[in-house]
T-cell receptor
């Protein structure tokens, strides 16, 4: 596709369950970022990938959060033992060699 | 540490009026990028502009214009002759300018409502 895609668009889960969120970046974009948007915290950085490596994980809020990227393309953000405070919109963005970041439509996560 | 302040939480103007959204930033970096993104009701963040800290020239794109003033650490955004389609939340953001990690620090956003 032409833009960044994310799936699922909406996810409702029960507290304590694990969830996986997927991001397909723009083809050829080497850099990939995850952000979170919540009412209380605004837009905040989570993790940055260059290729398959993640040199900056400083924004991950706890060790329940992890992410990986395979083949320099698709990335998965995993949240283990979800808590209600994890409810937010999770946004993925990609960029090409220092260019601006382009965002996907996001995944709205609701933890009951 | 980087910080972006958008003091205007909400703005409402009547269609065809001009409106300016303010953005003030803080950074210790000597080179950096400044951005504006638009988030319409659909929710997707739409890239509008990126400016390098070395380039203080103002920029105009159609009805949009941006005023970058390093002396006051501001990067303001003006919409001329506003239209209902301009209704959205607008975010100003900042990143280091270097190859590699250019994670964005966002302001809290300004909700703009254009009244028909």
């Amino acid at each position: 596709g032409a833009g960044v895609s994310q799936s699922p668009s909406n996810k409702v889960t029960e507290k304590g369950k694990d969830v996986e969120l997927r991001c397909d970046p723009i083809s050829g974009h080497t850099a990939l970022y995850w952000y979170r948007q919540s009412l209380g915290q605004g837009l905040e950085f989570l993790i940055y990938f260059q290729g398959n490596s993640a040199p900056d994980k400083s924004g991950l809020p706890s060790d329940r959060f992890s992410a990986e990227r395979t083949g320099g393309s698709v990335s998965t953000l995993t949240i283990q033992r979800t808590q209600q405070e994890d409810s937010a919109v999770y946004l993925c963005a990609s960029s090409l060699g220092g260019g601006p970041q382009f965002f996907g439509p996001g995944t709205r996560l609701t933890v009951l | 540490a980087q910080k972006v302040t958008q003091a205007q939480t909400e703005i409402s103007v009547v269609e065809k009026e001009d409106v300016t959204l303010d953005c003030v930033y803080e950074t210790r970096d000597t080179t950096y990028y400044l951005f504006w993104y638009k988030q319409p009701p659909s929710g997707e963040l739409v890239f509008l502009i990126r400016r390098n800290s070395f380039d203080e020239q103002n920029e105009i794109s159609g009805r949009y214009s941006w005023n970058f003033q390093k002396s006051t650490s501001s990067f303001n955004f003006t919409i001329t002759a506003s239209q209902v389609v301009d209704s959205a939340v607008y975010f100003c953001a900042l990143s280091e300018a270097r190859r590699g990690n250019e994670k964005l620090t966002f302001g809290t956003g300004t909700r703009l409502t254009i009244i028909p």
